[in-house]
């Protein structure tokens, strides 16, 4: 198997705080890894570095498909990110918003970014609302928008940053679905995520970060089971009490 | 004293001390700078050949005079809305300022004159073919050049707002000649050998000063004007003023009778015949309409230029590097704070210093266009800075780069954000381009200006604003709506 994301050491800073204190990470192509954690312990901030978003130290190393990301901006081309607040373009049609990128980036013609649309649509259930506005969709909708869009990219590697934090509880099933949908056809997926029962039923591997760093990785069962760290434990336990 | 009682004292202390201010009895409205008539000596005061006459007019009634300074295109409106009861600035009498304003009997004799600057190779009107001539918006030079025309070919008459600012476009070569009343000219000329008198144009044109038509007072100054006329009063302020005898057979030294309309009965006086003539209105509208066209031309030039000025503005504060964003953003804030009209002189007048000629066009369109691209950049600035950064943030993501993201992602939303706001700016900037007629451009208000002074009568300058009101109403409307709808659209 080849690593699609190789972190090597991945440091930030946020001011004096350690936002990542040094992670190392591979993600193997086909791998679903859901990433969970408290909050403020590194998780968003560690997939916001690999899709360029936040800066890092220079003596971090990220590489997708082999390729250094601060060498060569192409290398984000094949990562696609789907954020928890779903980000649309609110002046484009749903149609619009999942073409723009084929279109503009990969100067593919109206025709093969339409005929990419169309097949993605379908399947994140939303061909109905080809050519309405993002604010006329419901939330749940407006997030497999996102996913579609990110999609249509191509990507070798798609990125979730709490995809369903954001969502009325009744929504998150829906898009829950679709990745699980993406999960199966084969996707590499890197998922930030509150959702234990989604990790412990999709995820290839879970990893638990505390302060910046990893603490732990594993199977879903591992991880969920029978957790080798105290803190790991503390916060599986607090989590599954709900 | 209650709280009450205590206010209303204060209010009728108020009331009381300016009412003892407002003694003046006669309020006399001049064109302060026109030498040697009217102007401001070393210490401020006004002097000059008519303050003396109104003046001594005011002892001989008994009444206190005030001198308030009017320019000279708003002295008729003055004398007919009542807020002078006599105006003074050296006013040819006409047929038709009689037809609107009363004027008592004249006392000076004049012509026209055509000055130039010295180094200047024209000698007369016959060398002005194809030039471009200064001359008093609605002035009688004004008058005598347009309907004698024909005759010289002038390739384009220059209006200006008295004598200084036509004089400092003569120097500077904006303008080749200036035509203009005699007396005014050589007594200005007489220690600034730069400039020559080279023609003297004959008119036959008298002096007088101007009441509102069917105001008692007019017939009491006349017969104090004789008094003085044979007590020899006034040919001594010639020989005062001028350091020259008036001919006796001048209205100077000989009592004349009033002037009067020679077409029947005049125009009436009534409200509606002077503020909406439609004799008028007829008269000046080719002059409105070619101010309009001016306009126009230079508000839609200014909010063009304006807007790629303010969107390059804002893109270098947001985006550029640090001492770029910082001299962005200076700029915008110096040019935020400057009026528009201080701009507009220092663009028109300091540049031909340099060896830069403006046209007059040129200079009031770069004015206005300093001015609006800051305020045009802080509008985009808002607009781009309303933008979520998820928006941003999503674009990266996708892989666009920096011109298809500000293209196809920011500036349409800022643009819906900023439409209101620049809608804003537009009335503003076409507002501001009445500002302009300060340097002489034929504009909407600087037409309407001429044709009261010529018409002596203020019906142009009403139907000037209700032509700014019919061209900037529907944009105020339009404002309103595009905030309703968008305010609609965002709260989906």
Redesign the interface.
Known sequence: MSAIVSIKNLRKQFGSFDALAGVNLQINEGEVVCIVGPSGSGKSTLIRCI???EDFDDSSEVKIAGIDITQDE?A??D???V?Q???????MTIRENIT??PL??KQMSEQQANAIADDLMQKVGIEAQAEKYP??LSGGQQQRV?IA??LA?RPRVMLFDEPTSALDPEMVGEVLDVMRDLARSGVTMLVVTHEMGFARQVADRVIFMDEGKIVEAGKPAQIFDGPAHQRTRDFVNAVLQH | MTRLSFITSVCLIGLLTSEATRAADLTVGANIGNVPWEFQDENGDYVGFEIDLVNQIGDRLGMNVEIINIPFSGLFSAVQSGRIDIALSSITVTERRLESVAFVQPYYDSAQSLTVDSDSNISSLADLQGRVVAVDTGSTGDMWITENNARYGIGEIRRFEGLVPAMLDVQSGRVDGYISDIPGLEYFIRDKPYFKVVQRIETGERYSMVLAEGNPLADQVNDVLTELKRSGFVAELHRSWFGSEPLASSSTVSVVDRPRSTSVGGRDAGFAQTFLNWGVLLNSMPLLLAGLRVTLLLGATSIACGLALGLFLAMVRLYGVRPAGVASKMYIDIFRSIPILVLLIVVYYAPPFAGIQLSAFAAAAVALTLVSGAYTAEIFRAGIEAIPSGQFEASHALGLNYRHTMLDVILPQAIRVVIPPLTNNCINVIKDTALASVVAMPDLLKQANQAQALEANPTPLIVAALIYLALLWPLVILVGRLEKRFRQEYSQ
Do not use: C, D, E, I
């Open positions: 899709n360029q978003l192409t984000r081309a990562v696609g990110m954020f607040s779903f980000n649309l373009f609110p002046h723009l990128a503009r980036v604010s006329q996102a869009r990110a990219m």
